[in-house]
């Protein structure tokens, strides 16, 4: 079992930037953020292979957002620059114990393992 745990969420001004990290306490595959506003679905944020050489990112994130990670410490992070208020929503490390690959890996039930979330409020 992997344990994923989230930092970096906070309160920041419209065009503002915040860093969002992810520390995982074992070996993953696909790693990727997820976010949820109140009243609404979860939702596929960007996500990254094991290798880091494939990222996706949603088309409202894309431009903004940057997802990396550093297999040596077990660790993702989300940049987001030029937060929109629209951006407000509990985010959530996730990742997978398998290969994913494609359109699969903006699917929330392809990811064997979540965090706690953390919260990310943009103030217009």
């Known amino acids: 079992q992997v344990q994923l745990v989230e930092s970096g969420g906070g309160l920041v001004q419209a065009g503002g930037s915040l860093r969002l990290s992810c520390a995982a306490s074992?070996?993953?595959?696909?790693m990727g953020w997820f976010r949820q506003a109140p009243g609404k679905e979860r939702e596929f944020v960007a996500a990254?292979?094991?290798?880091?050489?494939?990222?996706y990112h949603s088309d409202s994130v894309k431009g903004r957002f940057t997802i990396s990670r550093d297999n040596a410490k077990n660790t993702v992070a989300l940049q987001m620059n030029s937060l929109k208020p629209e951006d407000t929503a509990v985010y959530y490390c996730a990742a997978s114990g398998r290969a994913v690959t494609g359109i699969k890996a903006l699917l929330v039930g392809n990811y064997d393992y979540w965090g706690q979330g953390t919260q990310v409020t943009v103030s217009s």
């Open positions: 990254i292979s094991r290798s880091g050489g494939t990222t």
């Open positions: 074992g070996r993953t595959f696909l």
